[in-house]
């Protein structure tokens, strides 16, 4: 297991004064990037020097995951009409820059994860980035970048990416679909985008509406199932808040609440283990986009919570049960002792 020491806050990496330009009343919520970082420092639950703006991801980094010629079309401006059209965003200098800060914010924050236990993208989860292409909002694949960095300075051997945004991670299970030393989770809605989904070594595939009992017990089930079968050194988190109930592109039925009782989980069980979690922020497209943010700021405040709650990591379960142990779980074992 991984020496982890905790000292200091919460590292935070955000990347929401990197704005680009989008046409008028474009689907991709932009703002919802800086109102989760004026909540979060509101709220105080982080030290001020905790929040910080990420190093850009050099070439080197994006071209362990992405085809050269990709990568210099992207930056140089090269991109044809309809790649970017798959993308879903007009090019622009600024989106370039935004971009790779995104990927540097996951990069620190999973070296930060390492060292301290769980810290935090306040954006990023870019999974539908292939080596050679980008679609659905998705550039370069943050999260696969991330992976092979640490990988590559001899941090880690074996990466679970735990993918709980709505839609299928395809690009992430593509890039990593012969590679052991990464696993690749993805809980989604069936018929929801992509609609050809990749194969990640493990696959979650839920009808259209279901609700929290239905989601969390997959969850749990799966969480045991890839993190108690072999050794891992670190989990990369993808905590979508588009599963919820009235996201626009969710088509689940998750509430506040149930999303709140997926984090605990996904924290719970990678600290029974003593995982470092690194966590990216994921989709949200609620026509209200404060639900958005409230979705995204309780997963960095539970994350805060665990940090503090499993400090240091450890191989042990908790003395609570972990997350099957709170308040939400129990109301749902007393409500089915009820209906027996």
């Known amino acids: ?13 955000y990347t929401d004064q990197f704005t680009f330009p989008l046409p008028e009343a474009h689907t991709f919520p932009i703002e919802k990037y800086a109102l989760l970082r004026k ?13 910080r703006v990420p190093d850009a991801a050099t070439e080197e980094d994006m071209l362990r995951v992405h085809d050269p010629a990709y990568v210099h079309r992207f930056v140089t401006g090269d991109m044809s009409s309809a790649e970017m059209r798959k993308i879903g965003f007009p090019w622009s200098q600024a989106l370039v820059e935004r971009t ?9 924050a999973c070296f930060a994860a390492l060292d301290e236990g769980i810290a935090a993208n306040l954006a990023g989860g870019t999974h539908h980035a292939f080596p050679d292409r980008g679609e659905g909002y998705c550039i370069f694949n943050d999260v696969a970048i991330a992976a092979r960095a640490v990988q590559a300075e001899k941090r880690v051997r074996r990466v679970v990416i735990i993918d709980c945004d709505v839609h299928q991670g395809n690009g992430t299970a593509s890039i990593f679909k012969d590679d052991p030393s990464v696993f690749t989770f993805s809980i989604h809605g069936e018929k929801n985008f992509p609609f050809h989904k990749e194969r ?3 696959d979650v595939a839920l009808e259209d509406g279901a609700d929290d009992w239905t989601y969390l017990d997959a969850l749990a089930k799966s969480l045991d199932q ?3 079968s072999h050794p891992t050194d670190l989990a990369i988190y ?7 109930i009235e996201d626009r592109f969710g088509r689940l039925a998750l509430t506040k609440e149930g999303l709140a009782e997926r984090d605990r989980l996904v924290f719970s069980r990678c600290g029974e283990r003593g995982i470092p979690v690194a966590v990216t922020m994921g989709g949200g497209y609620s026509p209200n986009v404060n639900d958005t943010v409230d979705i995204h700021f309780q997963t960095i405040k539970i994350a805060f919570e665990a940090r503090g709650q499993l400090s240091p990591f450890s191989n042990r379960r908790s003395q609570a049960g972990g997350c099957m142990a709170s308040g939400f779980w129990q109301r749902k074992e007393h409500d089915e002792s009820h209906t027996l």
């Open 39 to 51: 909540r979060i420092t509101e709220a105080g639950i982080v030290e001020p020097e905790g929040i």
């Open 226 to 228: 890839i993190l108690g």
């Open 100 to 108: 790779k800060r995104s990927c540097g914010a996951t990069i620190q």
């Open 1 to 13: 297991m991984i020496a982890i020491s905790f000292t200091g806050t919460m590292k935070l990496f």
């Open 238 to 244: 993808i905590a979508g808040a588009d599963p919820f």
């Open 200 to 202: 990640s070594n493990l």
